[in-house]
């Protein structure tokens, strides 16, 4: 923490003032107060200084004031539920105040009353003012200053269904904890998903518990990510003859995990069909259904005329499951895409378009 | 995000701007809030009510006189820092639990609430009016059904259906069997819970045994079979036996169309079979349960006027966003540079009468009425409209009404903004409480209660000093939603995305035509703040002649007929929307009173 401090005052320093060297030793450093910089520009002939304190906020404050019907609790926490401050509201008006030396940016727990938010929180002065009512969250009327790098959050992290790729605007304005503090409100653990956020945090930014849990999650989906061998598999057709995905080595696979129970799934089906012919020369398409009742397997099978291997894991969707458990997919359908030599080259596919364009891409060669 | 109202509702839409998630952090807005109602078309660009000229216009003379200006809604803040200076202080009254002036109310130092009890305690949940009725009548006329001929009613006991006397008033009959049972959802259940009942009793004291001396073998019988039983009639008459022959031949044939090995025998015992009857018994006691809630910390009998000295002191509670909103737009500091300007210097007496959720109750807003009427109120912004009301309460409110105009004080009420011409739309209270129907025999002559709502073929006698205001926007266009009439409504006003005080000492964006009744109510106050002497009618007269006007002006509007909101928006002309054809002008309005 002090040497940061000294470093960012002498970069201020340098851009601001010629007399580099003179400043250095003005620098206080010390741990829980604000670095404070004099800057001191000087008029040489008249000899008349001016000097002008800037300040790089190292502390935290959360106040305000609130007026509320009924008694209600203010609390901050971390993810880890790690309670910062926490108060009695009482009907009326009330003033709160907390302070805290150094906060470590990240997304903590606001709740007051029935209403819970996550709010990224850096160093500086958050204020909270007006009028709060517990009973129809829709009446409260809140005003927040202090929170300019909790926006994003507001308007990237939109309603269910949400696009299940990152979209490139988001890494313009998203750094540091912000980028896993992003990844834990948006609640999509696939290891694709996560990798982009992932790689551009520093190691400073772990220290983070979003960072945190960040890094611990990747770790448990690890064996779940690209550019991994597909873990083999073997399951009967419709005739009962059995088939292993090891003996398509040497083809590009598309694995695609559905049920008849599973009307996107179906529907996904349907959309490959129509471009499955310019394909089927150069991929090997294989359809295994996790359904429980192999006659609705076959039922299904039969509407949806499906042309291409298809085969049932009778071991179905619920655990001990065989598929499922083997490439760690929650939810169906499932598509994954396996090059020639066995490695997975993209899954977590819910896009028939972007299997396309993925499928042309590997075929144009 | 819009909150749609429903046809029976009460008064009050109000559309307040905020989040559809329950969030602490709201959304940046781009847009920028105003109390744009000061703003005028010739200097702002906007369809404001031009206050801010009239003030100029005023800037050499006196303000002769601070007008009360009674709102009668859901409660105002008076702690909010913009309204605190402007609220009415009772002179008679001082807080020593003693009631001073003897008017009955311990301690209305401020004004008064009717929805309370003496501990403390608030009313908040309210039921509509439509239920209230059923209460009242279900004693006289639930599950009783008529065949065509005759009354009859199944006894429990006996499970038979019993003759009853025709009852003595039949247009009360018909108003319980007809309006109520689509009006009231707990009258629409109990009609098909006991209509269910009714099937049964049919089917096996009567239909079986006539099957069964046709058919011997049930279990041969199908649906189309019944036919039979539509040949051998009854010798008089029997609507009711028609409609459950229709009602059981359909079941029948809906079960069999959904199991093909459905027969009469296996019909007739999953008939019994408590599933059908069970369903709508549960339905019906949920209803019951719903409707049953009501004004319940008040501690007198709403049936009874004479049971008047109830309620407390608390003027807000945290539903009271509308009065509060309401009251800023009037009222609010205009020498502070904080927040909003209001649009006169008044005193502000709250009357807590109107439920923010449910139909009022006719007594609540009678003696709120008399309330600020008994206590020299110039001006009442009310708030309380319903669609449904029972015909001898409306009295006590109708009365109310005359009360105020016979002591020249100006009633200011909103449209509702559910998209309904009103001309021939029933909506209560209204103007025509001029003529009073005092015969309880004159009341039920037509259509149940129709007299009391207003019909262009009988005109009664219009009350003067009203005003129905509905919400205009910026543009001069009126809210899409609004309720339209060219003779039940007199003028526009700004009502849309309106910028005032709210609960908390906060501000918040509003839009509904309540908002524009408070901005018709602010300016006839500033008008009457410096020409006292014009009379209520002669303020009506003021402002609505001195109108911006928008005749000739074509817009779009949606609008709702028989319950079902048109597809495509409406082009209609302005001037079919009200009398007036036009917005409220202060400016013009002041300039018209300094000639008078």
């Known amino acids: ?365 | 995000m819009h909150k749609r109202i429903l046809q029976l509702q009460v008064a009050l839409l109000l559309i307040i701007t905020t989040n559809l998630q329950a969030q602490l952090v709201k959304k940046r807005s781009s847009q920028s809030a105003s109390d744009w109602y000061n703003l005028s078309i010739d200097k702002d660009s906007v369809y404001g009510a031009s206050v801010n000229k009239a003030y100029a216009f005023l800037q050499h003379r006196q303000v002769k006189k601070k007008p009360l200006v009674a709102i009668i809604s859901t409660g105002v803040d008076i702690e909010h820092d913009e309204l605190k200076n402007a609220i009415w202080k009772n002179p008679k009254e001082r807080p020593d639990q003693k009631d001073n002036d003897a008017n009955g109310l311990v301690d209305d130092l401020h004004g008064w609430n009717f929805l309370g009890n003496t501990t403390g305690a608030m009313s908040e949940v309210f039921n509509h009016t439509a239920e209230r009725e059923f209460f009242r009548l279900r004693d006289k006329y639930e599950a009783v059904f008529y065949t065509g001929k005759k009354f009859v009613k199944l006894d429990i006991l006996s499970q038979k259906l019993t003759v009853l006397p025709p009852p003595k008033n039949i247009a009360e009959y018909y108003y319980y069997n007809l309006e109520l049972s689509n009006s009231s959802e707990v009258a629409k259940q109990s009609k098909s819970y006991h209509f269910k009942k009714v099937l049964l009793y049919y089917l096996f004291n009567d239909f079986d045994s006539l099957l069964k001396k046709k058919f011997k073998e049930d279990s041969l019988i199908k649906p189309g079979d019944l036919k039979y039983l539509y040949e051998t009639g009854l010798a008089e008459e029997d609507s009711l036996r028609l409609t459950s022959l229709n009602a059981i031949t359909s079941i029948f044939g809906i079960a069999t169309g959904f199991n093909p090995d459905m027969n009469y025998s296996l019909f007739k015992s999953s008939f019994t079979d408590t599933a059908l009857a069970k369903q709508a018994q549960n339905k019906y006691h949920a209803a019951l349960q719903q409707a049953a809630n009501s004004r319940l910390q008040n501690e007198d009998d709403p049936a009874r006027f004479q049971d008047s000295n109830y309620g407390n002191n608390l003027l807000c509670t945290h539903n009271s966003y509308a009065g509060t909103l309401a009251a800023g737009i009037i009222a609010a500091d205009r020498n502070n540079d904080i927040g909003v300007k209001g649009i006169a210097s008044v005193d502000i007496m709250p009357l807590r009468a109107t439920p923010s959720s449910g139909d009022y109750y006719c007594k609540d807003i009678a003696l709120a009425i008399r309330y600020a009427v008994n206590h020299k109120a110039d001006i009442i912004l009310l708030d309380a409209k319903s669609t449904e009301v029972n015909v001898e309460q409306a009295l006590w409110l109708q009365e109310a009404l005359q009360f105020a105009a016979q002591n020249n004080v100006l009633v200011i009420t909103a449209a509702m903004d559910n998209a309904i011409n009103l001309s021939g739309s029933k909506q209560f209270p209204n103007k025509y409480a001029g003529k009073l129907l005092k015969d309880k025999a004159d009341r039920y002559a037509t259509d149940a209660n129709q007299h009391l709502f207003s019909f262009t073929k009988d005109k009664r006698a219009a009350l003067e000093n009203y005003i129905t205001v509905a919400a205009s926007d910026t543009a001069g266009n009126p809210l899409l939603e609004s309720d339209f009439s060219k003779e039940e409504v007199d003028l526009f006003a700004p009502g849309v995305d309106v910028y005032s005080t709210f609960l908390g000492n906060t501000y918040k964006k509003a839009t509904s035509s309540l908002m524009a009744a408070a901005t018709v109510a602010g300016v006839a106050a500033l008008v009457k703040s410096y020409y006292p002497h014009l009379t209520a009618v002669q303020l009506k007269t003021v402002l609505l002649e001195s109108v911006s006007s928008r005749q000739g002006i074509t817009v779009e509007k949606l609008v709702q007929i028989k319950g079902k909101y048109q597809p495509e928006k409406q082009y209609l002309s302005f001037e079919d929307l009200c009398l007036t054809g036009g917005i409220v002008n202060a400016y013009q309005a002041v300039k018209a009173a300094a000639k008078q």
């Not at chain 1, 105040?97 to 958050?126: C, F, M, W």
């Not at chain 1, 598309?254 to 959309?271: G, K, Q, Y």
């Open chain 1, 1 to 365: 923490m002090k040497q940061l401090c000294l470093m960012l005052a002498l970069t201020l320093t340098g851009l601001l003032c010629k007399q580099l060297n003179a400043e250095a030793g003005s620098v206080k450093t010390n741990i829980g107060e604000a670095a404070t910089m004099v800057e001191i520009s000087g008029d040489a002939e008249s000899g008349i200084t001016r000097s002008k304190q800037l300040t790089i906020p190292d502390s935290f404050t959360f106040k305000g004031n609130l007026i509320t019907f009924t008694e209600v609790e203010i609390s901050l926490k971390s993810i880890s539920g790690k309670c910062l401050f926490q108060q009695q509201l009482k009907k009326g008006a009330n003033s709160f105040s907390y302070y805290q030396p150094h906060l470590i940016a990240d997304i903590y727990l606001l709740t007051i009353g029935k209403t819970s938010e996550y709010i990224y929180l850096t160093n500086g002065v958050v204020t909270l003012t007006g009028y709060f009512d517990d009973l129809n969250n829709e009446l409260s009327n809140l005003e927040f200053s202090g929170i300019d790098k909790h926006y994003p959050f507001s308007e990237y992290v939109t309603a269910l269904p949400r696009p299940s790729n990152p979209k490139n605007e988001w890494f313009e304005t998203l750094s540091g904890s912000q980028l896993s503090a992003f990844t834990f409100i948006y609640q999509r653990e696939i290891h694709g998903f996560l990798k982009p956020f992932y790689d551009r945090m520093k190691p400073a930014d772990f220290e983070s518990e979003s960072g945190q849990w960040l890094q611990r999650t990747m770790d448990s989906l690890q064996p779940f990510s690209s550019g991994i061998v597909a873990p083999d598999f073997s399951f009967p057709d419709s005739t009962g003859k059995v088939f292993s995905l090891n003996q398509f080595k040497g083809k590009i696979v598309v694995l695609d995990a559905w049920a008849s129970w599973c009307n996107p799934c179906r529907i996904a089906i349907r959309e490959v069909i129509k471009y499955y012919s310019e394909f089927k020369d150069k991929v090997q398409f294989i359809s295994v259904s996790v359904d429980d009742d192999k006659n609705k397997w076959l039922v299904a099978n039969n509407k949806e005329a499906i042309p291409w291997l298809s085969l049932w894991d009778s071991t179905g969707f619920k655990p001990p499951s065989d598929l499922k458990s083997k490439y760690g997919f929650q939810f169906i359908p499932f598509i994954a895409v396996i090059d020639p030599a066995g490695l997975v080259i993209r899954r977590d596919i819910l896009d028939t378009k972007e299997l396309y364009d993925l499928l042309k891409k590997l075929t144009d060669d």
